[in-house]
């Protein structure tokens, strides 16, 4: 695997998807995932000049903290449980996960005595997959109300997890659609929420994505391999 080539591919890929987009982002940052991923391949991202990386299991997230330079930004991308927010509240620039209020509270009351808040996109699940963690669309006004009054948690965007399909051009009107109530939020101008982030996308289906203004895009076996 050459994982500096595989990035530098990915990328274009990107250019090429942000120039089809209709209301393309101004940039899309693309975060590697590396859930499953060795620290020597991990390392091979960060020499390519790669300074946020995301990881979906906090276990893993606290074995690789601090084997990597103090410099890198971690992105919690998985579902989170509220026993194990404590072990993050530290490590973590951006939880893209949140998908309860119980969770939130739970975060809120972590960031508490660092008095900052933790940035959290609210995870969607556009296309109401069972197996799926997230809130459903029309909930997730409701949910913002609320979540907005605490103190120690600000609200950054939205993220999806997109049905696994073979042919990506099925997933675009679940991409459309979180597109268009992230749009519509940001007119909203909620009290302490700021709509700057748009994640979704996979190796399977992130130039879709782009084009339907993910402006973060989260991705692992397209760089690393197959898992
Ligand atoms: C594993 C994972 C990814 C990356 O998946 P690939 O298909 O390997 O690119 C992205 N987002 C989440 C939440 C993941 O768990």
Same mark, same amino acid.
């Not at 948690?153 to 109530?181: C, H, N, S, W, Y």
């Not at 101008?189 to 190796?203: C, Q």
């Given at each position: 695997m050459d994982i500096a080539a595989n990035l530098e591919r990915i990328n274009v890929e990107i250019q090429t998807a942000l120039l089809k987009a209709k209301n393309p982002k101004e940039k899309v940052m693309l975060v590697p995932v590396t859930k499953n991923r060795s620290i020597s391949e991990i390392n091979k991202v960060i020499a390519a000049g790669y300074q946020v990386l995301g990881e979906n299991r906090v276990q893993e997230l606290q074995e690789k903290f601090p084997q990597v330079p103090t410099n890198i930004e971690w992105h919690l991308i998985g579902h989170l449980q509220r026993n194990k927010v404590k072990y993050i509240t530290d490590k973590v620039r951006l939880i893209h996960s949140l998908d309860s209020y119980k969770l939130a509270l739970e975060i809120n009351r972590r960031m508490q005595p660092q008095n900052r808040p933790m940035n959290c996109l609210i995870q969607v699940n556009v296309a109401m997959e069972k197996n799926k963690h997230g809130l459903e669309m029309q909930e997730v006004i409701p949910f913002l109300e609320e979540v907005s009054l605490l103190?120690?948690?600000?609200?950054? =965007? *939205?993220?999806? +997890?997109?049905?696994? &399909?073979?042919?990506?051009?099925? &997933? /675009?009107? +679940?991409? /459309?659609?979180?597109?268009?109530?992230?749009?519509? *939020?940001?007119?909203?101008?909620?009290? $302490?929420?700021?709509?700057?982030?748009?994640?979704? =996308?996979?190796? $399977?289906?992130?130039?879709v994505a782009v084009e339907e203004g993910a402006n973060i895009v989260r991705i692992g076996s397209a760089i690393f391999g197959p898992r």
């Open positions: 103190p120690f948690l600000k609200i950054k =965007g *939205l993220m999806t +997890i997109a049905p696994q &399909v073979d042919d990506p051009e099925e &997933v /675009r009107p +679940i991409f /459309r659609e979180l597109a268009k109530l992230f749009a519509s *939020l940001k007119k909203k101008d909620l009290p $302490n929420v700021e709509m700057d982030f748009l994640s979704m =996308g996979m190796t $399977n289906d992130f130039s």
